[in-house]
């Protein structure tokens, strides 16, 4: 599924811009339609019936564990959980060895830190990670002895 950044002009007044998911511009185009043409959202101002709509795609910086697009909807393409790799960071590869490999709260950190990665934020259930221009976050700490999300985010 692909992100479109739609701006929709209702009146001279009046502008808003929505993300929509769609699998093609025609689609988000569509979607964009329905949404100028309804009243909902629109703070009760009067509008001309012919909108203005200009449609943008969103690029998605993040990919999955194989390189691939990440896609928080495709159970294929959304691993690691948690929102994906961004693609221009540094250290992705330590990020997935620390999360499939290493396992375990304390071990990741030992691990981390023989990596020269600095530790930011470490709360119960929540950590980062810092290094170069990767920062590693992990979510949802589940006790059993395994983090439940990690994603990479470029700084």
């Known amino acids: 599924m692909r992100e479109f950044t739609v701006t929709i002009d209702r009146t001279v007044h009046q502008l808003r811009t929505i993300t929509v998911k769609a699998e093609t511009e025609t689609t988000a ?12 959202g629109w703070d009760g101002k009067e509008y ?14 993040y990919i999955d ?7 928080s ?5 959304c691993w690691p ?7 221009d960071c540094e250290f992705n590869a330590d990020a997935l060895y ?18 020269g990665f600095v530790p930011g934020v470490q709360v119960e ?11 590693i976050v992990f979510e949802d700490y589940d006790h059993s002895g395994l983090w439940g999300y990690m994603h ?4």
Do not use: F, Q
């Open 29 to 40: 185009h569509s979607i964009a339609t329905k949404i100028a043409d309804s009243d909902e």
């Open 48 to 61: 001309c019936k012919e909108s203005s709509i200009r449609i943008e795609e969103v690029p998605n910086n």
């Open 65 to 71: 564990r194989y390189g691939n697009p990440y896609d």
């Open 73 to 77: 909807e495709d159970e294929n393409a």
């Open 81 to 87: 959980a948690g929102g994906g790799l961004h693609k």
């Open 98 to 115: 620390a999360y499939y490999i290493v396992g375990g709260k304390s071990k990741i950190a030992k691990y981390l830190t023989s990596k």
């Open 125 to 135: 259930d929540y950590e980062e990670w810092v290094k170069g221009n990767t920062m």
């Open 152 to 155: 990479t985010e470029l700084i």
